[in-house]
């Protein structure tokens, strides 16, 4: 008989209200174990203030969200010891050194220190950053933050990975190094979710979609589904952009 295998994520009903105005409007969503989602929409679609309910960082009007089973708001030591939430702008500390820094956010989470510090080293060598280790953050470039901040997110070795704008900042070499991680960390069967304004990316390395109009999940599927949603409007062999645009009414990415 086979186990029951909960989502990595499942959303129902999910509201939140900014001065009366729905920024997540009843939002469903179910993303499975082991897949790499992306989540896309024009600005001001809902995708960041979700990310950031999935993450307990912002309480939900109504609705309901579960991580990996666990139910955010009645577990939420349960459901975030499952996840990792890096946002377009992370926070660092910029006194420390990027070993320090490592230290810290594994003792947050309870990681013994011999761990904590072998696993720092892994990271940084895996995100080319063991040579400056011993450099203060504040001296990082944007870049360079950033894949730290990703070392951070994953100092824990979460099984769900949520990322907002990842490869903001990145040049080619270090955006590839980061796409590789994520890539080894699906095949492993972690989950990633991501938000990105480059459609490439998410036409690339994304075995599913969710497209975000409004507050609310107006598509889902690979790219070939995605294309039949609006086959009757474009082309068989539409990119990804032709699709989103299509299905978005032009709206901004």
């Known amino acids: 008989m086979m186990s029951f ?50 993450a307990g960082l912002l309480n939900p009007d109504s609705g309901r969200i579960h991580v990996m089973g666990h139910d955010m708001m009645s577990e939420p030591g349960q459901a975030k010891a499952n996840l990792a939430f890096l946002p377009d702008d992370p926070l ?13 956010v594994a003792g947050l989470w309870g990681i013994t220190p011999d761990i904590a510090m072998r696993r ?24 360079m933050q950033q894949k730290l901040a990703l070392a951070g997110a994953l100092i824990h070795d979460p099984v769900v990975l949520i990322l907002d704008e990842p490869l903001t900042g990145l040049d080619a070499a270090a955006a590839r190094l980061v796409k590789d991680l994520l890539l080894e960390m699906v095949a ?52 990804l952009e032709e699709v989103f645009l299509q299905l978005t009414a032009g709206g901004e990415t």
């Not at 660092?92 to 810290?104: I, S």
Request: avoid cysteine; proline fraction near 4%; charge should be neutral.
């Open 188 to 239: 492993r069967g972690g989950t990633v979710i991501l938000t990105t304004h480059i459609l490439e990316i998410a036409e690339r390395l994304a075995q599913r979609i969710s497209i975000v109009h409004r507050g609310r999940v107006i598509a889902q599927g690979g790219l070939d589904e995605l294309r039949a949603d609006v086959s009757a409007q474009g082309k068989p062999d539409s990119t």
């Open 92 to 104: 660092l500390y910029g006194k420390l050194r990027a070993l320090e820094y490592l230290e810290f």
């Open 5 to 54: 295998r909960p989502p990595a994520l499942e959303i129902a009903g999910l509201t939140k209200r900014f001065g009366g105005i729905p920024a997540v409007d009843r939002l469903d969503l179910t993303i499975p174990q082991g897949e790499f989602h992306a989540l896309l929409g024009p600005n001001g679609a809902g995708k960041t203030t979700t990310l950031r309910m999935v």
């Open 120 to 143: 720092a080293e892994e990271l940084l060598r895996l995100l080319d950053l063991w040579k400056h280790s011993g450099e203060l953050v504040e001296g990082y470039s944007r870049g």
